[in-house]
């Protein structure tokens, strides 16, 4: 504890995933490859967007910085976590936790801000086609983008004052492998009625705010399509709006099963945030360039282009 203030502590122990000793090296090799796997998917997602002129539309411009978001959400936690597990130590610094956390936040934040844009985003392809590049203008995704970015940090930035008030007595031990906010503000030994509050407020508005958009938008593809239920109608619908569902509902679905579902913090619970903390970062990738034929025709072009032997596989039927 720090000398000059006893009710403070310097360091935590994030006690980490409930792994039986003899297979920490399983399951950090296990983790090793997800993360490696997430970080370089979303990646190449980036950069195929960036290197293909067809994929500068609004849709993949909010999916690269989904990517992006994917990427930092699951390097906030998981190094620091494979290096626990690799050393076996368990400590984190005060400042270091608060900083963990506030990344988390914004980051998880930013996730939920930007699916809700591509919803939009669909509706509108969807049900105003003819005026959709009038309507989804560059300064409109620009301020779009801009705006999730604002108030994540604005999110992250709230809670975050908010823990630094409180004070932590002896018991510094988290039951999980991150700072994540409901675990700490277990260990204060402060009144938390004004941060319980305000995540219940300000978490209730957002979770409104953000799946709200994202049903209204996809009653009203549905509504719009159940007028003419043509074959073409539906084709668009599903490849235009699958992979982004998928999405939604691996994210909403875990995270909801960590945060509602359960009353009481346990083993369960780190194990459920192992899900939208790692495997749905991983998948987003795969998702988006198995259902999305544009993402899978750019990964074509780009290795045609420098002549790889798998060229031959894949462009023999197009006469390249």
Request: with cysteine; net charge positive.
């Amino acid at each position: 504890m720090r000398p000059e203030n006893h009710s403070s502590v310097s360091q935590f122990l994030l006690l980490g995933l409930p792994i039986p000793p003899g297979q920490q090296g399983v399951f950090f090799t296990l983790f090793l490859g997800m993360y490696l796997t997430t970080v370089l998917g979303n990646l190449l997602i980036i950069l195929l967007i960036r290197l293909d002129s067809r994929l500068h539309t609004p849709m993949y411009f909010f999916l690269s910085h989904l990517a992006f978001s994917d990427i930092s959400l699951s390097s906030v936690t998981v190094p620091k976590m494979l290096m626990n597990m690799q050393t076996r130590k368990q400590s984190i610094s005060y400042e270091g936790c608060i900083s963990q956390l506030y990344f988390f936040i914004l980051f998880g934040a930013l996730d939920s801000f930007l699916l809700a844009v591509m919803a939009y985003d669909r509706y509108v392809a969807i049900c105003h086609p003819l005026h959709y590049t009038t309507i989804m203008r560059e300064g409109l995704c620009v301020l779009l983008v801009a705006g999730s970015w604002i108030l994540s940090c604005g999110q992250s930035l709230l809670h975050t004052l908010l823990l630094v008030r409180l004070s932590f007595c002896a018991d510094n031990a988290i039951i999980h492998f991150f700072c994540d906010l409901a675990a700490l503000l277990k260990l204060s030994c402060s009144d938390t009625s004004l941060n319980e509050l305000v995540i219940f407020t300000e978490g209730t508005m957002i979770l409104f705010l953000c799946f709200g958009v994202i049903l209204c938008s996809y009653i009203r593809i549905g509504t719009t399509i159940l007028r003419a239920p043509t074959t073409k109608k539906l084709f668009k619908a599903f490849s235009t709006c699958g992979s982004h569902l998928s999405v939604v509902s691996l994210y909403y679905g875990t995270s909801a099963g960590v945060y509602i579902s359960s009353s009481s913090w346990g083993s369960k619970d780190i194990i459920a945030s192992v899900m939208y903390m790692v495997v749905t970062p991983m998948l987003n990738p795969f998702i988006y360039s198995l259902r999305n034929r544009d993402i899978k025709q750019a990964l074509e072009k780009a290795i045609c282009k420098r002549g790889f032997i798998a060229c031959y596989f894949l462009c023999k039927n197009k006469g390249e």
